[in-house]
């Protein structure tokens, strides 16, 4: 089959593999229609996550049809169209028991050597490095799903891959982050960083009641989508966003502030110099300027919810002040199999339509330059969705290829081209 | 002081600790007796005197069987009442060796106490007035009362601490010990059902290829050696208590003595079981070749845990989590050498 491979920083090759092959009892495999590329995956792109070796197959956002089960597996049957969620849990530990699958005790093969690096090991996902489990990742024709009878959600004909191909990571995400938020009626809510967990986050924002959402970034078309999807936005390159956002809130500060934005986060200034310097001479892991201004900004006793990336040590983080203003911090990688069916029904009525974010899609062939592009934000870049069956590329500055019809089945819509 | 199943209801709620302590409630489980962590080990100075006591059975019984006047009229007991002295000799040679040469003395220390009574009820008739001898029965009686004091003291000890490998000698004071645990969501009962069916300690101890079963607490165990081979050995289980405990020890010729034992530790509020392993071996090669060992994390420690973690596994979800077989891409020389590490489970 082929694949997404990780080779180094800034190095995939879409390559010839093995195909995936049935492991254990509660394995599946499924052969899959529709990827996409992660924010976070840009991360590994950049060689921000330890633990990557030349060979991985990466991504972690895939969904398709399933075309071989273990004896283990008894709710899924070959042909089954399901969505696949991004963390891999058992089901039947402490954590799993409780709904908090990406805690998993039992998912992750390599625990001890993530227990060295965090103290305690979390569930193993899909392609995202060895400390997190070592398993390929779904940029790919196939995959191999483990515990397959707790993961995949089966899917309705009627709707399109897009519409629930973000049921996997990125819409969870963005819903878990607002959650966490504790929204009441009125809660003002300020979104670092607009990509698709940002735009997410909006959206289930106000979906779980919140008055205003501030939605913060320095693209313009990330800007516009936060927009439509009913935020007030605030461009950082423009204004200071301290003083707007104490503004907005007669000086008290937003209820609940949501980072977005990650351990690759931009600031400009000397701060900006200060953590790219620092970063590049490995001084610190991660770069984080929106948790830094989030903690200034929320207000007291508000909660700073972060369902961005971070891996490992951040510099000049203000943690008194989580002390001294009583903040909560809440964080955590994504329990997707917690969300996926009462999302899914969210979808199916119509409340929230997902493939909203796709700006383009692309071959799987053409994987590492939707990486570029997607870091870039090159062309508006904004979410990248790749077809790992589609034929070559037809190339050319504005893509790409309408998905084939006779494969995805007639009843779907035709994903969005932009 | 019987040692809990429980150890110093650490990590328990404070009901927990109550019912421990009070034995209020009726389902809280017996007190159980566990091979003690390390700041509970036995008093090796106990085994000393044990040892000394031993020695000095054996002197006092050769002495006795050989020079039964002597020994007679030293202990005021007169010179004509050799058979007796030498008869008293026999039992003391006899259980002089069985406390050096026996994987358990308690017991011999046990009888050594209840004959150091009976020496007692013999000189007390010596000590009556007007006995000529009365002055050497007293200091006789004396010494078998101190005598008896110390075979006291070390044979409750050791009957407290019987099993544990130092006392029984499996294990020397030399050897290496490690203790590791984990939580698993299961009951007691399932957690020691499942350790207990020796048909799936292969299925989570990595390096075990096969275990048979002897008898009904005798195994034969085949594992893989260090290098090329494998290696064998015969254990026998020292303790067996259903759904709580379960302890053994290898036998005589074993190349790597160890002896260990596994507690099901009921956790707080009924959320499972703590599995605790606690392990003493005397490593090939010695503690240095241990040492290397532990850099490359070829280390017993660190695959006993990993050991556990696949109990755990296939008890919580009924396979082990692997990634071994799975696609990839070509690997570099990092990658090759880091799946043949064992740093990754990945191929």
């Given amino acids: 089959m082929k694949a997404n491979v990780w080779y180094g920083k800034e190095q995939l090759r879409v390559e010839e593999v093995p195909d995936p092959r049935i492991l254990n009892p509660r394995d599946a495999i499924v052969r899959i229609t529709s990827t996409a590329i992660c924010g976070s995956d840009l991360h590994v792109y950049g060689g921000f996550i330890p633990g990557m070796l030349a060979g991985d197959i990466i991504g972690h956002e895939f969904m398709g049809e399933i075309v071989e089960v273990g004896s283990g597996v008894n709710n899924l049957k070959v042909g089954d169209r399901v969505v696949n969620p991004f963390p891999i849990a058992c089901g039947g530990c402490f954590f799993c028991q409780q709904n908090q699958h990406s805690l998993c005790e039992n998912s992750n093969p390599n625990a001890w050597a993530a227990e060295k690096l965090w103290g305690h090991s979390p569930a193993g996902l899909f392609g995202y490095s060895h400390l997190l489990g070592g398993y390929a990742g779904g940029q790919a024709q196939y995959a191999r799903i483990p515990f397959a009878d707790v993961g995949p959600i089966k899917v309705p004909n009627s709707l399109s891959d897009e519409q629930v191909l973000f049921l996997s990571d990125v819409f969870p995400t963005g819903y878990m982050a607002a959650e966490q938020c504790n929204i009441q009626p009125g809660d003002t809510v300020a979104v670092w960083g607009c990509g698709p967990v940002g735009l997410f986050s909006i959206k289930s924002a106000q979906l779980l009641g919140a008055g205003r959402v501030i939605a913060i970034d320095r693209f313009p078309e990330r800007l516009r989508k936060a927009g439509e999807a009913g935020a007030e936005t605030l461009n950082y390159e423009q204004v200071d966003i301290l003083e707007v956002l104490a503004d907005i809130t007669g000086g008290r500060g937003p209820d609940a502030c949501i980072d977005a934005v990650g351990l690759e986060g931009h600031s400009h200034g000397a701060f900006g110099a200060y953590d790219r310097v620092k970063q590049t001479l490995m001084l610190e892991s991660d770069r984080p300027p929106s948790l830094r201004q989030a903690l200034k900004a929320c207000r007291n006793g508000g909660t700073i919810s972060i369902p961005a990336v971070y891996g490992g040590f951040l510099d000049k983080v203000l943690f008194g002040s989580i002390v001294n203003r009583a903040l909560t911090l809440r964080s955590g990688q994504t329990h997707v199999q917690r969300y996926l069916s009462p999302l899914l029904k969210l979808i199916e009525e119509g409340k929230v339509d997902p493939s909203f974010i796709i700006t383009h899609t692309l071959p799987l062939d053409q994987a590492p330059e939707g990486y570029r592009m997607f870091r870039d934000k090159e062309d508006s870049c904004i979410k990248v969705v790749l077809k790992p069956w589609a034929e070559a590329p037809t190339l050319g500055g504005e893509e790409l290829l309408a998905s084939d019809e006779s494969e995805e089945g007639g009843g779907r819509q035709k994903p969005h081209l932009h | ?347």
């Fill in chain 2, 1 to 347: 002081m019987e040692t809990q199943f429980t150890h110093s209801g650490f990590g328990q709620s404070p009901e927990q600790r109550g019912a421990a302590s009070l034995e209020t409630s009726p389902s809280y489980r017996e007190p159980h007796r566990r091979y003690p962590r390390r700041y509970e080990m036995p008093n090796l100075d106990a085994t000393t005197l044990a040892q000394g006591l031993g020695w000095f059975s054996v002197a006092l019984g050769a002495a006795a069987i050989f020079a039964p006047r002597s020994v007679g009229s030293l202990a005021g007991v007169g010179r004509d009442r050799g058979g007796m002295v030498r008869g008293i000799g026999v039992r003391e040679l006899a259980t002089g060796i069985g406390i050096l040469t026996q994987r358990n003395p308690a017991p011999w220390l046990w009888s050594r106490v209840v004959a150091d009574v009976m020496d007692l009820a013999v000189l007390a008739t010596g000590l009556r007035p007007g006995s000529a001898t009365r002055g050497r029965v007293a200091v006789s009686f004396t010494a078998v009362a101190g005598i008896l004091a110390l075979d006291a003291l070390a044979a409750s000890h050791l009957t407290k601490h019987a099993g544990h490998p130092l006392v029984s000698g499996v294990a020397a004071p030399t050897d290496l010990y490690f203790e590791t645990s984990i939580a698993t969501a299961k009951s007691p009962e399932e957690c020691y059902r499942f350790w207990r069916n020796i048909d799936n300690l292969p299925r989570f101890m990595q390096s075990l290829e096969s275990v048979k079963a002897l008898d009904e607490r005798r195994f034969h165990w085949v594992a893989k050696g260090p290098a090329l081979g494998s290696m064998e050995w015969d254990c026998e289980i020292t303790e067996d208590r259903p759904g709580a405990a379960l302890a053994w020890r290898t036998l005589n010729g074993a190349q790597v003595p160890n002896a260990g034992s596994v507690i099901f530790e009921p956790a707080a509020q009924g959320r499972g079981t703590i599995v605790r392993l606690s392990i003493h071996y005397s490593p090939l090669g010695g503690r240095l070749t241990a040492a290397l060992a532990k850099l490359l994390r070829h280390d017993p420690q660190a695959r006993v845990r990993e050991d556990l973690r696949r109990f755990k596994q296939l008890l919580e979800s009924g396979e082990i989590a692997t990634t071994h077989g799975q696609p990839t891409g070509r690997r570099s020389f990092i990658g090759r050498a880091a799946r043949r590490w064992g740093l990754t489970n990945s191929n």
